[in-house]
C-alpha cells in the first residue's frame, strides 16, 4: 500500500472512531493506531497531509526578481483560494500551497491567467509607437498589466481562511518550506508617461479575462468575460 492510500485509509478509519457506535468506534481506533505504528506515521504528519503542493507550468522570463504586476497576479490568486504561493528562483516557477484542492486548483488558474495576461501586454506592447523608448514601453506594457490583473481580481470573490487553517499552513511552512524567503512586492514599473493611461487600458482588457475550473463539490470559480 501507497503512502498516499495509507494515509486516506487512515483518515476515513479516524473519521469512524467518531461514530456514534462504540464498538465500531473503538476498532477503527485500534486499526488506525495500528497503522500509524507500522509505517511509522505521526499525528503531524497525518495532519499535514491535508496539505497539497503544486506548482504552475507557466514560467515568466524573470528567474529571480519578478515584476510587481507578476507578484500581484499570484497574490490575488492566493487571496481568492485562500492559499500561499512561493517563487523559485532560478527556475522562475510559483509554487502553490494549501488544503489539495484548493492548491492545485490555484496552480490550474495561474498558468491560465498568466498566459491571458501574457498574450494581452503583448499585443499592448504591439500596438505602441515605434519610435517610443524601450523603457517608456516597457514602464506603460507594465502598468497595463497590473491594470489587467486588478480587473480579474474585481470579479473573483476573496475566500477567507480559519484560524486552525492558518495554523496548518504556519506548521507547513516550518516542515516543508523551511528557510525559503517570503515572496516580495516586486520591481515596480519605472515611471513614464501616460502610466495612467495605460492602466485603464489594462482593466478595460482584463474585465476580458475567461477561466472556468471546477473545484470539489458545490464550489465553482467563474471568471468570465464581458458578454458582447
Same mark, same amino acid.
Given at each position: 500500500?501507497s503512502?498516499?492510500?495509507v494515509?486516506?485509509?487512515?483518515k476515513?478509519?479516524l473519521?469512524?472512531?467518531?461514530s456514534?457506535n462504540?464498538?465500531?468506534a473503538?476498532a477503527? !481506533?485500534?486499526?488506525?493506531q495500528q497503522?500509524m505504528h507500522?509505517?511509522?506515521i505521526?499525528?503531524?504528519?497525518l495532519?499535514?497531509?491535508n496539505?497539497?503542493? %503544486?506548482?504552475?507550468?507557466?514560467?515568466?522570463?524573470a528567474?529571480?526578481?519578478?515584476?510587481r504586476?507578476?507578484?500581484r497576479?499570484?497574490?490575488m490568486?492566493?487571496a481568492v483560494?485562500?492559499?500561499r504561493?512561493?517563487?523559485?528562483?532560478?527556475?522562475?516557477?510559483?509554487?502553490f500551497?494549501?488544503?489539495t484542492?484548493?492548491?492545485e486548483i490555484a496552480?490550474y488558474?495561474?498558468?491560465? !491567467?498568466?498566459?491571458?495576461?501574457?498574450?494581452?501586454?503583448?499585443? %499592448?506592447?504591439g500596438?505602441?509607437?515605434k519610435?517610443?523608448k524601450?523603457?517608456?514601453k516597457i514602464s506603460?506594457?507594465?502598468?497595463?498589466?497590473e491594470?489587467?490583473i486588478?480587473?480579474?481580481r474585481?470579479k473573483?470573490?476573496?475566500?477567507?481562511i480559519?484560524?486552525?487553517?492558518?495554523?496548518? !499552513?504556519?506548521?507547513?511552512?516550518?516542515?516543508?518550506?523551511?528557510e525559503?524567503?517570503?515572496?516580495?512586492?516586486?520591481?515596480?514599473?519605472?515611471?513614464?508617461?501616460r502610466s495612467d493611461?495605460?492602466?485603464?487600458d489594462?482593466?478595460?482588457?482584463?474585465?476580458?479575462?475567461q477561466?472556468?475550473?471546477p473545484m470539489a463539490g458545490?464550489?465553482? !470559480?467563474?471568471?468570465a468575460?464581458d458578454?458582447?
Amino acid at each position: 500500500m501507497s503512502q498516499k492510500a495509507v494515509m486516506e485509509r487512515l483518515k476515513k478509519l479516524l473519521a469512524l472512531s467518531r461514530s456514534s457506535n462504540a464498538h465500531e468506534a473503538a476498532a477503527a !481506533l485500534a486499526r488506525a493506531q495500528q497503522l500509524m505504528h507500522e509505517h511509522q506515521i505521526t499525528e503531524d504528519d497525518l495532519v499535514l497531509s491535508n496539505i497539497g503542493d %503544486f506548482a504552475c507550468r507557466f514560467t515568466w522570463g524573470a528567474k529571480t526578481r519578478p515584476t510587481r504586476y507578476q507578484t500581484r497576479l499570484w497574490s490575488m490568486i492566493n487571496a481568492v483560494f485562500g492559499v500561499r504561493s512561493v517563487f523559485m528562483e532560478g527556475s522562475g516557477q510559483i509554487r502553490f500551497y494549501g488544503l489539495t484542492d484548493r492548491a492545485e486548483i490555484a496552480a490550474y488558474t495561474c498558468d491560465v !491567467l498568466s498566459r491571458q495576461l501574457r498574450q494581452a501586454r503583448a499585443d %499592448f506592447l504591439g500596438a505602441q509607437n515605434k519610435r517610443i523608448k524601450r523603457t517608456t514601453k516597457i514602464s506603460r506594457a507594465d502598468n497595463f498589466a497590473e491594470g489587467w490583473i486588478l480587473a480579474v481580481r474585481s470579479k473573483a470573490q476573496r475566500l477567507v481562511i480559519s484560524p486552525e487553517e492558518e495554523q496548518l !499552513l504556519l506548521r507547513y511552512e516550518d516542515t516543508a518550506l523551511g528557510e525559503m524567503e517570503k515572496m516580495t512586492e516586486g520591481r515596480a514599473a519605472p515611471p513614464s508617461r501616460r502610466s495612467d493611461q495605460a492602466f485603464c487600458d489594462g482593466h478595460r482588457e482584463g474585465r476580458k479575462a475567461q477561466l472556468h475550473a471546477p473545484m470539489a463539490g458545490e464550489q465553482r !470559480l467563474a471568471i468570465a468575460g464581458d458578454v458582447p
